[in-house]
Structures are given as C-alpha cells and as structure tokens.
Nanobody, 121 residues
Framework: QVQLVESGGGLVQAGGSLRLSCVAS????????MGWYRQAPGKQRELVAQCTMAGSTNYVDSVKGRFTISRDNAKNTLYLQMNRLIPEDTSVYYC???????????????WGRGTQVTVSS
C-alpha cells in the first residue's frame, strides 16, 4: 500500500516562509505527476502547483512568484517552498500524486491527509 505524508505546515506571520514536504512510501510503486492543492474552510479545493516527472511546473496565478514546487524523484519527495506568505494562503495543503503499483496496472490519484498552514496578519 502506498501512502503520502505531508509535513512542514504551521503558523507563520505574513511575509514569512514555510517549506512543505510530501513523502511517498510503500512498495513496488512508481509516481507520475505530483501536485499541491489547498482547501480553506467553506471553499473548494484548488490546485496550487503541479510538477511532472520531467520537472515541468505550473502554478495558480495567486502564488506565482512566491511559491516554488520541486521534487526529488530519488527520494519520492515533493516540496513546496512558500515565500512572502499572506493571510489568504491560510488553508489545509494536500499533496496529490498519480501512483501506479504492480496491482493497479495504471496510474491512479492518491491524496495525503493534509497539513495546516496558517498565516497571521
């Protein structure tokens, strides 16, 4: 069984930085695209940033120039460096990966449980 575990969330003042990590673990699996999503109370979950296996990235407009997504394929780890945080970035941040296992045969979406990011003004 494959799982995604996020870490790095917390409370930070506006203008500060946080670095989120997402580690995929399990046996006999491979990863394709990975991404970070966020969901604030009462709002829909939205894509924040995505990164392909080859390293191509895309971002939601509201975080461009402030957030950087990256991945270490050897460590099965996804990162999100968040700089110049603003209160509107306050959300639960979720990691998502397209995962394939010996049993699945094809890629399927897998989600982590999320990590809370709170930005105070």
């Amino acid at each position: 069984q494959v799982q995604l575990v996020e870490s790095g969330g917390g409370l930070v003042q506006a203008g500060g930085s946080l670095r989120l990590s997402c580690v995929a673990s399990g046996s006999a699996f491979s990863l394709n695209a990975m991404g970070w999503y966020r969901q604030a109370p009462g709002k829909q979950r939205e894509l924040v940033a995505q990164c392909t296996m080859a390293g191509s990235t895309n971002y939601v407009d509201s975080v461009k120039g402030r957030f950087t997504i990256s991945r270490d394929n050897a460590k099965n780890t996804l990162y999100l460096q968040m700089n110049r945080l603003i209160p509107e970035d306050t959300s639960v941040y979720y990691c998502k990966a397209d995962v394939r296992t010996t049993y699945s045969g094809s890629y399927y979406p897998l989600w982590g449980r999320g990590t809370q990011v709170t930005v105070s003004s």
